[in-house]
């Protein structure tokens, strides 16, 4: 397939990357000569996407590591890191705010462009790493050295193909295919059209290894692509089991496409709310959503939280007998957040059975019988069996029992997420929320979850 047309359309142009690219030095030659100026050991790099010529048009964060020397202390190097990200941010008239990796950062809008100033350390390969975004430099360097002419158009391609069938980011919110663990991609397959046919072949726990370190039995993820800069790191720990379930199967698709150009373009869909709201009722299953108030935290703290009490929840219905069909979340990542659950079954007989000893075990047979009476126990299969009366016959009136002060802990709930669901938590009809593309994207999404892998 010829990709010009497509690269003309995701490719920067000239003009923004000579934008970009001298925004980058001043700031850099700006932090440099701030550090001479006032004796401070460190230097500027610029790392990421912008740097490695792989950044989608529109793309244009800019990232800067600011390193210091190995011997550094660690409380230095944050408060030296913080000072002269805030110098250039107030220099350059940056709106600043922090932001936390493995130590704090500042985050300023500049010129229109997101520029990260991190705080690291200087190290030359992997077992000197101090904090985890020491190897950023490395990779960057690794992939400016082997990343051969021509193939930044292929890690392109990769990444809008990624984006664009919902599998490209290694945020937790994604849970997709990392920039750098594209580029590594790309420098092990040689191009995005084989990466997607090598891609087909993948089974579970399938590895990569470019600088053959051996490292890759250390790891049990979906995928293993050991890093070139640090021999014990899997740059795949990030990704999914789901996610990368969905780049195979999409991979599959395109490679088999007629209509191969429009995987690099949005999906055409409407976006109705009435239409939508209509499937669901078309489903035949009761919805329940459950909105509340969510707090100030990061992102990448919020959505694991937000997983995770989704699925405990979806668990413990299960286990009531209740039949959860499906269930996911959405957040606006400022002030709501809602769990969707689709119940195959949200009504219950208000008896159940609740399951005793085996009948060959004498002892407990006898505690079994003691505790609930003979005349109220019988056999089924090889249990003792016992009819008792339900304690919640309707799944809200459940849910309404989970999410109070005293019962939260039946469930395994995100704990900055304990109060706000307890005190701001609300039953709401569908399309109470059902105001913005964001909400009705994911209520599509969550009535057609496998769109985007097929065009």
Known sequence: MDYKAILNDIKPTTEEKEKINEVSSRLINFLNETCIEEGIDAHMALVGSVAKNTALKGKFDIDIFMAFPLDTDKKYLKEKGLYLA???SDEFDGKASHHFASHPYVT??????EV???????????????????RTILHTRYVKANLSEGQEDEVLLLKKFMQMTGTYGSEFKVGGFAGYLCE???IHYGSFEETLKAATKWNFGYSIDLENYGTSKLFNDPLIVIDPTDMNRNVGAALRLDKMGEFIQSARNYLSSDNKKDYFYPLKRSLNKEELINEFDKRNGDIIIIRFDIPDIPLDTLHPQLRKTTEALERKLNDEEFNVFKADYWSDEESDAVILLEMASSKLNDIKINVGPKVFINQACENFANKYGRENIYVQGDFLVH???REFAYACDLIKHIFTQEHIGLIKVGKNLKKNIIDTHEFIAIDKLAVDNDYLEFLDDFLNPGQHLVR
Do not use: N
Request: with cysteine.
């Open 86 to 88: 805030h110098k250039c």
């Open 108 to 113: 300023s809008i500049i010129d229109g462009y």
């Open 116 to 134: 990260d100033m991190v705080p690291c350390y200087e190290i030359e390969d992997g077992s000197q790493l101090k904090s985890a975004v020491d």
């Open 184 to 186: 590594l991609l790309i």
């Open 387 to 389: 009819t008792q009366k």
